[in-house]
């Protein structure tokens, strides 16, 4: 069955850096596009980005233009989220799904101090 | 980017039945037939019930049923259970983001 497990989340402060990670299983990874969605607490989704099945399309959200950066290894079967420049508003649980969207992850808490 | 549009709260009884709707506009919800609603119960992460404004996953209920009609989009839920209680969000796809509405608690009573 389809499994996508994220890892990397944290506690980090204003200003610095976090890489996930999501790790897939139960479907061929490189067929697929990938998603990032977000979460903050007691908030409604956000669309963060999307990478095409190799990499050659990706699309992000206005919220984190120049910051953030999706990346994928098909050999790997990963999806990653490099964070930059991180701010209080970026405090959520990031969740890492399947195309746009299917499956879904359970996804990794994001916690960024001021 | 602007959000689509949903009722922040529904209810029902159980055994009825509810429609949830969600507006956008015809560069999203209207221009593609990309729209898919999830499910949430709290401490969970969302499950696909609907994708391509009206297909159900396999193992999802028949209760859940999805349609649009211009810009927008309806889930409606039939024979409402306790268990359906839950947040629901409705999101589009367009050739260069995707957008999630603000979210709908559903009440069942």
């Known amino acids: 069955q389809v499994q996508l497990v994220e890892s990397g989340g944290g506690l980090v402060k204003s200003g610095g850096s976090l890489r996930l990670s999501c790790a897939a299983s139960g479907f061929t990874f490189s067929d697929y596009y990938m998603s990032w969605i977000r979460q903050a607490p007691g908030k409604g989704l956000e669309w963060v980005s999307y990478i095409s099945t190799g990499g050659s399309t990706i699309y992000y959200a206005d919220s984190v233009k120049g910051r953030f950066t999706i990346s994928r290894d098909n050999a790997k079967n990963s999806l990653y989220l490099q964070m930059n420049s991180l701010r209080a508003e970026d405090t959520a649980i990031y969740y890492c799904?399947?195309?746009?969207?299917?499956?879904w992850g359970q996804g990794t808490l994001v916690t960024v101090s001021s | 980017q602007s959000a689509l549009t949903q009722p922040a709260s529904v209810s029902g009884s159980p055994g009825q039945s509810i429609t949830i709707s969600c507006t956008g506009t015809s560069s999203d919800v209207g221009g593609y037939n990309y729209v898919s609603w999830y499910q949430q119960h709290p401490g969970q992460a969302p499950k696909l019930l609907i994708y391509e404004v009206s297909n159900r996953p396999s193992g999802v209920s028949n209760r859940f049923s999805g349609s649009k009609s211009g810009n927008t989009a309806s889930l409606t839920i039939s024979g409402l259970q306790a268990e359906d209680e839950a947040d629901y969000y409705c999101s589009s796809y367009t050739t260069s983001s995707v957008i999630f509405g603000g979210g709908t608690k559903l009440t069942v009573l």
């Open positions: 799904a399947r195309g746009v969207v299917d499956y």
